[in-house]
């Protein structure tokens, strides 16, 4: 007979079966969510009935617009976190307040990213530190304050936006293919860690996805490789795609409600790529 695992008597999770697309009564902390991707999957928790923290840069007032907005199409509690992704007691605090103001935290979304396209000769030292920080110590600040909140509900699903560079390599981008393949081995380990407790860490893995963060590339590409910027969206940015096409956000959102339901609970330590190809090449 194989022994199961002992259930945590002080969960306060509920028990029933949550299939996709149920997120009733769950909170939500994303980080990186005022744009992109973090957005998307923060507009998809909210219509699915759960509530959310966003977090992330912008100008303030259309911070608020987005966050009024989504609370008033919805009716979820849509609550806003400043938390700055370079400063550990920062995005420790941004969980805290999550779990202070709405009562728990089921689902941490590591999402919160920047980019900077350079030779590694030449690469700022300074962007350098800022893209570690932002795109993996943050990871690791967030699900550190969010373990133990997770423990004592007795269930947690932990999301960490990772890329097709946390698997694959291009030139340019030393910083980022660092800090992504990082996120993938810090997804592993977590999930290790938390194998028995009903939480699982996964990450997602996207190919290009046209967001503002994407936009830019195609600009930073384009003056260091001294091409046109519609040979660089062509040959370099959809190039690699076999599909030669952009990912959307709604993929990306599919991928996402099926690892943060109980269907998906046996995912736990893996790259999801949706990539169209790029990385089984």
Known sequence: MVQQPARNDNATSDQRLRDIGDLSGQVAVISGSTSGIGLAIAKAVAKRGGNVVLNGLGDADQIERTR???EA??????????????????????????????GRVDILVNNAGIQHVEAVEAFPTDK??????????????????????MKAQGRGRIVNIAS????????????????????????????????????????????????????KQ?????????????????????????????????????MFLYLVSDLGASANGAS??????????
């Open 164 to 215: 097709a560079h946390g698997l694959v390599a291009s030139p340019f981008k030393s910083a980022y293919v660092a800090a992504k393949h990082g996120v993938i081995g810090f997804t592993k380990t977590v999930a290790l860690e938390l194998a028995q407790d009903n939480i699982t860490c996964n990450a997602i893995c996207p190919g290009f996805v046209h967001t503002p963060i994407v936009d």
């Open 73 to 102: 199409e919805t009716g979820a509690r849509v609550l806003y976190h400043p938390a700055d992704m370079t400063h550990g007691d920062q995005v420790a605090d941004m969980v805290a307040f999550a779990k202070a103001q709405l």
């Open 128 to 149: 350098w530190e800022q893209i570690i920080a932002i795109n993996l110590s943050s990871a690791f600040y967030a699900t550190r304050a969010a373990i133990p909140i």
């Open 68 to 70: 009024a907005g989504l």
């Open 272 to 281: 999801f790529s949706i990539d169209g190809g790029w990385t089984a090449q």
């Open 218 to 254: 195609i600009d930073d590409q384009a003056r260091t490789r001294n091409m046109s910027r519609e040979d660089v969206l062509k040959n370099v940015i959809l190039g690699s795609q076999p599909t030669k096409q952009f990912v959307t956000t709604d993929q990306l959102v599919g």
